[in-house]
C-alpha cells in the first residue's frame, strides 16, 4: 500500500489533488478533452490501462468522455456529495478518483449509436499512450 506522503512524492500537486483529494480539474483545461488518437488511457497513479481510443466519445462537457471502460479496471461508487447523487468512478488498482459517471443521457459514441454511460474523467488523472504504428 502507497502512503499519502509517497504518492505526493511521486504525483504532481494538481493530480494529488484529483486523484487522492477528489479534486476536479477546470473544464476544457484538460489535455485529453479533444483528444481522438489511437491507443489506451492509464491511470497516472498506477499507469493501469483503463479506457481505449474507441471508447471515447465527444460530449462538450469540457473533460474527455468514454462510454464505457476496460473490463474490471474501474470502481463504481455513489457519490452524493453536492446535493446529488453521481456515480464517482476510482482506479481499481490503487483507487485514485477519476471523475464520475453519468447514465442514461443518450450520447452517442463515434460510431453514432445510442450509449448508456459517460464516463466523465479529468485527463490530469490520465496518461496515454499511442498506439504502435
Not at 462510454?67 to 485514485?96: Q, W, Y
Request: glycine share 10%; aromatic share 10%; charged share 25%.
Amino acid at each position: 500500500m502507497v502512503s499519502e506522503s509517497e504518492w505526493q512524492a511521486k504525483l504532481s500537486p494538481e493530480q494529488f489533488r484529483v486523484l487522492r483529494q477528489k479534486g476536479t480539474e477546470r473544464a476544457f483545461t484538460g489535455e485529453y478533452d479533444n483528444h481522438f488518437d489511437k491507443g489506451v488511457y492509464t491511470c497516472a497513479g498506477c499507469n493501469t490501462p483503463l479506457y481505449k481510443s474507441e471508447h471515447k466519445m465527444v460530449s462538450h462537457c469540457g473533460w474527455p468522455a468514454y462510454f464505457t471502460a476496460l473490463p474490471g479496471k474501474i470502481n463504481r461508487h455513489v457519490d452524493n456529495s453536492f446535493g446529488m447523487k453521481r456515480i464517482e468512478i476510482t482506479c481499481a488498482n490503487c483507487d485514485g478518483h477519476l471523475g464520475h459517471v453519468f447514465e442514461g443521457e443518450g450520447y452517442k459514441n463515434m460510431a453514432g449509436e445510442k450509449v448508456n454511460d459517460r464516463h466523465c474523467v479529468n485527463s490530469v488523472s490520465l496518461k496515454f499512450l499511442p498506439e504502435d504504428k
